[in-house]
Every structure is written in C-alpha cells, then in structure tokens.
C-alpha cells in the first residue's frame, strides 16, 4: 500500500490548512488511519487518529483545533488544521495501522506515507 499526502504550504498564525492522504488500494479489513508530525529537531509526534467507525483519537496539542476524518470509499484520510499556531510547523505524515483503534504509537503503523510540509508563520 503505498500513501500519498498532499495539501501543506505556507500559512499565517491562525490561519487554517487541510491536508489529505489518499492510499493506493483499499485496505482488506477496518484498520485505523492516522496523523504523525516531525517538527526539526524533535522526534515523531502522534496527532490524530481515526478508526473505520469515525471514532477519532487526538494529541493532547491539537484537541480542540484540528478534526480527523475519512472516506472509505475513497480510500483517503482528511486532517483539518484551525486556528494553526507557530508550532504546528512540521512535516506531517500520514500512516496506516496494523490495528482497528487509533493507537498513538508510531510502531503500530506499517504504512506511511512521504510526508507533507506544514510551515506556520508570519
């Protein structure tokens, strides 16, 4: 399965950005789908996560601002980012799980996609 993100760029502070992720083929099985970022210098962080259902999963930094959300039929994942913030600046990755919950440990993920660049600046 190969992933392919896409929608980052440059934005301002408060300013919102959508990215998406579409994945080559379906998925046999409800596996969840999920967000990771890697700001420079840091290590690999979870954002969100989504199961088959629609039951969503957040980092504690995003709650609140950004929404999950995905089309199976589609095959894609959507991440929509509000209210960005200076530190939301990284790139972001989008993966597949090995298992049906939204889980926030980057090892559960088999599949990720390239990476897309989320820069937030004024």
């Known amino acids: 399965v190969q992933l392919q993100a896409s929608g980052g760029g440059l934005v301002q502070p408060g300013d919102s950005l959508r990215l998406s992720c579409a994945a080559s083929r379906r998925m046999s099985g409800s596996y969840a789908l999920g967000w990771f970022r890697q700001a420079p210098g840091k290590d690999r962080e979870f954002v969100a996560a989504?199961?088959?259902?629609?039951?969503?999963y957040y980092g504690d930094s995003v709650k609140g601002r950004f929404a999950i959300s995905r089309d199976n039929a589609k095959n894609t994942v959507y991440l929509q980012m509000n209210s960005l913030k200076p530190e939301d600046t990284a790139v972001y990755y989008c993966?597949?799980?090995?298992?049906?919950?939204?889980?926030?440990?980057?090892?559960?993920?088999?599949?990720w996609g390239q990476g897309t660049q989320v820069t937030v600046s004024s």
């Open positions: 993966a597949t799980s090995r298992y049906s919950y939204g889980s926030r440990t980057q090892s559960d993920y088999p599949y």
């Open positions: 989504i199961r088959y259902s629609g039951h969503t």
